[in-house]
């Protein structure tokens, strides 16, 4: 079967830096992607990692390594706006599905 | 217009009927997915979808049944509900690639 893990809440002050981790236990692995919630939305992609390393978008950076069964969200220059949830999400072998965790709650102060 | 659309966005009824919830998209994507999303416990992935002929079920599936009319139209059928069936349903597509899923607004259901 197939588990993700990531912390169910974090606070962190507007412009700081926060990471939020993610492992992971899988059948079988195709990559991390990362996706944002706000309230009463839908969820948005974020960003997608198949190899070990660091991908950049902006203000978001997502890390992955495949031997640790980990990876990791990096928020920049936190805004407001940024207060969201946040979910981990593993692609099986073969990327057929694809499997979220329970969310993290970010809450961003002023 | 929406991309994916989900139609009823809100609905409420009661035990014992049979409720189906509908998705259309635009995008041309060959992959069509029903997640469920409580409180606390993130996105469960219910059936999924590779073409009209291709069903799979998910992670929880019991009570619930789907099917693919057309390559842009995948509906989610219970078929006697029940009040632990209370949730928001999105619906998805997507395709190879990067695996990035394109959600519906949610349609939130409510068994009484």
């Known amino acids: 079967g197939q588990s993700l893990e990531q912390p169910s809440e974090v606070t962190a002050v507007e412009g700081a830096i926060v990471q939020i981790n993610c492992t992971y236990q899988?059948?079988?692995?195709?990559?991390l992607s990362w996706y944002q919630q706000h309230d009463g939305g839908a969820p948005t992609f974020l960003s997608y990692?198949?190899?070990?390393g660091l991908e950049e978008t902006g203000r978001f950076s997502s890390f992955l390594s495949r031997s640790d069964s980990y990876g990791y969200l990096l928020l920049q220059e936190l805004q407001m706006k940024d207060s969201a949830s946040y979910f981990c999400?593993?692609?099986?072998?073969?990327?057929?599905?694809?499997?979220f965790g329970a969310g993290t709650r970010l809450f961003v102060k002023a | 217009d929406a991309d994916v659309t989900q139609t009823p966005r809100n609905r409420i009824t009661k035990t014992g009927k049979r409720i189906m919830l509908e998705c259309s998209q635009t995008?041309?994507?060959?992959?069509m997915y029903w997640y469920r999303q409580d409180p606390g416990l993130g996105l469960r992935l219910i059936y999924y979808?590779?073409?009209?002929?291709?069903?799979n079920k998910g992670e929880i599936s019991d009570g619930y049944s789907v099917s693919r009319q057309a390559q842009a139209k995948f509906s989610l059928s219970l078929e006697s509900a029940i009040p632990n069936q209370t949730a928001l349903y999105f619906c998805?597509?997507?395709?190879?690639?990067?695996?990035?899923?394109?959600f519906g607004e949610g349609s939130r259901l409510t068994v009484l």
């Open positions: 899988t059948s079988g692995f195709y990559g």
């Open positions: 990692n198949a190899l070990d």
């Open positions: 979808s590779f073409d009209v002929k291709d069903i």
């Open positions: 999400a593993v692609r099986d072998q073969g990327g057929f599905k694809t499997i």
């Open positions: 998805a597509t997507g395709t190879g690639g990067n695996g990035e899923l394109f």
């Open positions: 995008k041309g994507h060959d992959r």
